[in-house]
């Protein structure tokens, strides 16, 4: 039994540490360049989806310390659309490759982590004392 807390709780830190770059990065471009930081190159929906990160990533991040298997959801649908969103950035509007975004790796690699083993967390909720 502890041997499977010890190993949530390393998935659930690697989930936050994620989340936390995202936060950092999405507010970060709205308080240093309003709340469409991207519209040199973004339609306006990408730019407004990746804005709303800045509120979605840390809502996903308390969940998923409080526990509660939402945060896990949300964290999913976060990782797919954000990484959809990504792809499209640097793929259709940049029509570069993708290997040339270390950026678009580590989201990907972020977003495999979370695919297979999500799946796993989400059957095991655990909610935190209180």
Known sequence: MAHGRAARAVVVAVYCAGLAVGTVTHVSDVVLHGPLPH??????????????????????????????RAGVDLLCAVMATDLAANAYAVLVLKGEAAGDFPGLQRLALFGLFVAVTAPWLRRRPERAPG
Not at 46 to 60: G, H, I, M
Request: hydrophobic share 65%.
């Open 39 to 68: 519209a040199a190159f973004a339609p306006w929906w990408v730019d407004l989806y990746w804005t709303s990160l800045a509120v979605l990533d840390p809502l996903a991040l308390v969940l998923l310390v409080r526990g509660r």
